[in-house]
């Protein structure tokens, strides 16, 4: 399962920041070739990037951003999916569960496909769209979606699809899926509170805007030492087992609680 949890977008046509996104630490790199390029640079962007990966090589961290299935620069973009650089492509706007099995079909075994889901209709076929073969994850591009749906960008206000990108997430057997962006560069509480409401509703990972928000959100999925002690002592409590029920906490320890704390516990290491 995709285990990464801060996704880094990095502008197309900025060769000059793709070594420096890769040393940030982030999980993975997006080289965007869609909304951080202006339409007259979207050639020059697809060229400078395409110079950049003949050259990096391979690398599992970088994934491109191409741009959508209806637009004039989609098929010259997904092209760039032959490079060995290229470890994955994310479609933006994805409502159709044709475009991202038609994009699967094009790319190596071995290369990932994250669909962007910015959009109600995309939201409205989200059962559909999770069940595509080969897709590694959901991501939300919550703004659009917010301009998309006419809601404000209230955090509260987009639960309701947080919540249904985790349910159709689970039922397809996908990691969990990406939150959407912190716009406020500079506020490093709203960040972190962002990354605890997204990790709270079920959301495993987020996409970040800006190197610096890199740190914050690994440790913001990171389980807390709360957590840790918690799941320690449930692993102990079984290790010593005994006759009856077992409890931790005064509350009874049964097979989801053990396998969560199983999960909290690897995910720490």
């Not at 409502?95 to 496909?113: K, N, P, T, V």
């Not at 999925?221 to 009856?244: H, K, M, N, S, Y």
Request: glycine share 8%.
């Amino acid at each position: 399962m995709e285990a990464a949890t801060s996704y880094l977008f990095v502008p197309g046509e900025r060769a000059e920041r793709f070594d420096k996104a890769l040393a940030s630490g982030a999980d993975r790199v997006i080289l965007d070739l869609e909304d951080a390029v202006l339409p007259e640079a979207k050639s020059l962007a697809r060229d400078t990037l395409h110079n950049w990966l003949e050259q990096h090589g391979a690398d599992s961290r970088v994934l491109v951003r191409v741009n959508g299935v209806e637009t004039p620069w989609h098929d010259d973009d997904l092209r760039l999916a032959a490079l060995p650089g290229v470890a994955g492509i994310m479609l933006p706007k994805a409502e159709r569960a044709s475009d991202l099995a038609h994009i699967r079909a094009r790319l190596r075994e071995s290369q990932a496909l994250y669909a962007l889901i910015e959009t109600v209709d995309a939201v409205v076929r989200l059962r559909e769209i999770a069940a595509v073969a080969g897709l590694t994850r959901l991501a939300f591009g919550s703004f659009d979606f917010c301009s998309d749906a006419g809601i404000g960008d209230d955090r509260a206000a987009l639960d309701p699809v947080r919540t249904q990108l985790v349910i159709e997430s689970r039922h397809a057997r996908l990691p969990a899926p990406v939150d959407g962006v912190t716009l406020a560069l500079a506020d490093d509480a709203a960040l972190a509170e962002d990354v605890r409401h997204a990790r709270m509703f079920g959301m495993g990972a987020k996409l970040c805007i800006h190197p610096r928000q890199v740190g914050a959100v690994k440790r913001g999925f990171l389980p807390t030492d709360a957590e840790c002690a918690w799941a320690r002592r449930v692993l102990a409590a079984i290790a010593q087992g005994g006759a009856g029920a077992i409890a931790v906490d005064g509350k009874l320890v049964d097979r989801p609680v053990v396998e969560r704390a199983k999960m909290i516990i690897a995910r720490a290491a």
